[in-house]
């Protein structure tokens, strides 16, 4: 139950393109929902949040779709850019979740010209 | 003014060795983690300290032993390494005690492999 279930695994967009990354879970306590962007070499950062009260976040090209009754939420990338190729993890948390999040597995994006 | 750091960045050692890890965050955080990246890019927490205190304790092999002497730093001991062991270790930090959804600031990462 505690799982975050991420696809696709990898994801080959060419720039201008939309990049779409999906993620599933089945706790229905969470309550928060983040996506981290990971740079080869570097950290994992956050990209953009979202709470379940709201349906969509936007944050630039960068937009959080959140559907409560199917228990998904995606990322999409508007007019993606070589700069956007990294790793992306949804995660998720909950105030009884014990101070930490639940990630996904990971999805490898690259922007080609 | 690097906000989460660690050392060393690339660690390459033999089975049965001990080594250590450290990390140092200058953002005033009260909670501190230790992450496991394997080759897969999987992200997978280990420990969690909250102002020295430690709380969350994954499912983790009793090798593996982390300290934090202030809540500025949180070190990563492990013994008799294997060749399992051999990933990418994460420190990360965040503000408050159970502020789940406050950011966590990850460092640039250890790469260990065991041989």
């Known amino acids: 139950q505690q799982q975050v279930k991420q696809s696709p695994q990898s994801l080959i967009v060419q720039k201008g393109g939309i990049s779409i990354i999906n993620c599933a879970y089945e706790?229905?306590?969470?309550?928060?929902f983040p996506w981290y962007q990971q740079f080869p070499g570097k950290g994992p950062a956050l990209l953009i949040a979202?709470?379940?009260?709201?349906s969509e976040k936007k944050e630039g090209r960068f937009t959080i779709s959140f559907n409560k009754s199917a228990k998904q939420f995606s990322l999409h990338i508007m007019d993606s850019q070589p700069g956007d190729s990294a790793t992306y993890f949804c995660?998720?948390?909950?105030?009884?979740?014990?101070?930490?999040?639940?990630f996904g597995t990971g999805t490898q994006l690259k922007v080609e010209l | 003014d690097t906000a989460v750091s660690q050392t060393p960045k690339y660690l390459v050692t033999q089975m049965g060795n001990d080594k250590s890890i450290k990390c140092e965050q200058n953002?005033?955080?009260?909670?501190m983690y230790w992450y496991k990246q394997d080759s897969k890019k999987f992200l997978k927490i280990m420990f969690s300290?909250?102002?020295?205190?430690?709380?969350i304790n994954e499912t983790v092999p009793n090798r593996f032993s982390p300290k934090s002497p202030d809540k500025a730093h949180l070190n990563l001991h492990i013994n008799s390494l294997e060749l399992g062991d051999s990933a990418v270790y994460f420190c990360?930090?965040?503000?408050?005690?159970?502020?789940?959804?406050?950011?966590?600031?990850f460092g640039n990462g250890t790469r260990l492999t065991v041989t």
């Open positions: 990360a930090s965040r503000r408050g005690g159970a502020s789940y959804n406050s950011p966590l600031h």
């Open positions: 706790n229905t306590a969470f309550d928060y």
């Open positions: 979202i709470r379940p009260d709201v």
């Open positions: 995660a998720a948390g909950y105030t009884g979740g014990g101070n930490k999040l639940t």
């Open positions: 953002l005033g955080h009260d909670t």
């Open positions: 300290y909250n102002n020295k205190e430690l709380i």
